[in-house]
């Protein structure tokens, strides 16, 4: 059978659209394998969201440069980087042989079909595989907020949710194949639902999936502060399955840098929605994301984000410095004033300042028993996460994989547990 080869950078979106391209090349007749130099098709799916991550995708754009020369291999770009200047793009990378939107999977069946390069015959839905017991499924997607440093809404569009119905029928098959726990995606999950007839929301997905026979939790992400309603707390508090964790970018802790990033909520919004939320469900754990070095922050204004995340103290904390991207109302009118290396210093004051809250979070865990589904084997060692998403390794001579597992925790760290089976 002959291979295929799928790089995937940036966001859960790209990982979910990256295993529904498996699915399709998996139907047609190839197998995947980690080396690009042994594959027939190669599959790139790129990020732009900051500078750095687009330097990765041109970087490994060029280092396929010669493999493409040698063995000619089909060269498909896709991912936030492909926008509608294509014939740019093409100037610009001829080594690539198709360019095709998030998404826009349709274009690459066309062009495998018309090559006759499809060996066999697509007769269902992109489900995509599931060798680990869990799955993403995206939800919406785009975003219609514009926050003025984010390209998101320009390079995914805007909102367009899923039909209730094909979700459901997703997360069904993925139940009856083994998967155990799903994680509903979408760049802001909280308003699925307002651009179809019936107008679903989040809540009755949750509702809906709780009784989906085999699957044992549900996850989604991200939510948006602006749009989280008390209706999916409710569902989160009163739904067994649905896990104790919710990602919920903050972005700053001051408030004209929240005006001039559009985020559209002050801090105090902010802060009463994290009560709220601690206040429907007590074990919850939070993640968020802040960006540093913002067009004009001055040292006191990050001092506000840095105090307040010392104060909501977050599970997880997602810290980026500030880069412009191209066609963004902040790129467009704001001056990227703060140097490189002051943004590098916020991002690590922050990050140590992090590193100390997670370090006593973790450790309220030591002697307890957690839930953790078993996800694969690293170096001897079962992982898996728990309800709240924490990483989880323990030894064990039996076959754990995709089991909900009792383990007793014996040692905490930042970034994971470790533990004995109960
Ligand atoms: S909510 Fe803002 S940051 Fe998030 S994807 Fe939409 S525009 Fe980007």
Redesign the pocket.
Known sequence: MPFYHIWTIGCQMNKADSQRIASYLEKIGYQASPKAEEAEIIVLNSCVVRQSAEDRVINKLGSLKSLKRRQNPILALTGCLVDSRVDDLRRRLPQVDLFFKPQAFFELCRFLEERGLALERLDSGLVPPSPRPSAFVPIIQG?????T?????YR?GRERSRPLEEIICEVEELASRGVREVTLLG??VDSYGHDLPEKPDLAAILGELSRVDGLARIRFL?S?PKDMGQRLLEAMAQLEKVCEHLSI?I?AGDDDILRAMR?GYTVAQYRQLIERIRSAIPDIALSTDVIVGFPGEREEQFQRSYDLLGELRFDTVHVACYSPRPGTIASRRLTDDVPYEEKVRRREMIEHLQEGIVTEINAQLLGSTVEVLVENRKNEKWWGRTRTDKLVFFEDEADRLGQLVKVRIEKTSPWSLQGKVE
């Open positions: 975003c219609n907020k514009f926050c440093y984010c390209i998101v809404p995914r760049q802001n991200t948006h970018p972005q985020r």
